[in-house]
């Protein structure tokens, strides 16, 4: 049992090769190096979060060389393609940029937008800049980027779309999960742990370690 866990573990591919190989497959298809390592830096991402990574990314690329996507550079509260799918990567570049400027939006609304898992990753970031969480409902399913630390999803791996019809993105307010009445009572508790310094130990505590070797 344990030899075989090993023998899986060493199979496994590691995040900074994920990374690498991401980087390089990203610009062969076209794109920009910038926009290269920002989308490996999200595949890895997702990679790490346990959510479909490599295998979003490869089948957005076999697509790219037979489709066209639209790219979108500057987001608006409302925003609707053509007849084109978004392109999750420009997309995704977009908001990650205009992230500051974003949080004024009460809400942003998407449609069409391809593979919004590699689109996520971009937002996981951009709520580590930001400072909030940012909660998207993806086709009425819930998603919360918690300031790129995880990812709260009610959507499993294998039921993850390759196309959101519609998507709604908020930035979420920072403000504590708990009462006021119930960090009284915290705080009075860890009272019970402050100790008043007494004169002798302040003096105990002058110059201690030190010696007179004159």
């Known amino acids: ?21 991401v980087k390089r497959a990203t610009k062969a298809i076209g794109y920009s190096w910038g926009v290269a390592e920002e989308t490996a830096k999200c595949v890895r ?6 959510l479909p990574g490599i295998k979003h990314i490869n089948k957005y690329f076999s697509e790219r060389k037979e489709n066209s996507f639209q790219n979108l550079n500057l987001i608006l509260e409302k925003n609707q393609p053509s007849a084109k799918s978004y392109c ?10 205009q992230s500051k400027s974003l949080e ?10 391809a593979y919004p898992s590699i689109f996520l990753a971009f937002v996981s970031r951009a709520s580590e800049i930001i400072g909030k969480k940012i909660h998207l409902n993806l086709d009425k399913k819930e998603i919360i980027l918690n300031l790129n630390l995880n990812i709260y999803s009610n959507i499993a791996n294998n039921e993850f779309p390759t196309v ?50 004159d």
């Open 104 to 113: 004024s939006f009460k809400k942003i609304e998407l449609n069409n937008v």
């Open 45 to 50: 991402l997702l990679e790490s979060f346990g």
């Open 88 to 97: 999750p990567i420009i997309l995704g570049v977009s908001f990650l940029d």
């Open 164 to 213: 959101a019809n519609h998507l709604e993105i908020s930035f979420l307010e920072n403000i504590d999960n708990f009462s006021e009445e119930e960090w009284k009572n915290m705080y009075k508790l860890s009272e019970d742990t402050f100790v008043e310094e007494s004169e002798s130990l302040k003096q105990g505590g002058a110059g201690a370690g030190l010696t007179d070797n």
């Open 1 to 21: 049992m344990s030899s075989g866990f090993i023998k899986l573990a060493f199979n496994m591919k590691s995040l900074s090769e994920i990374e690498t190989t």
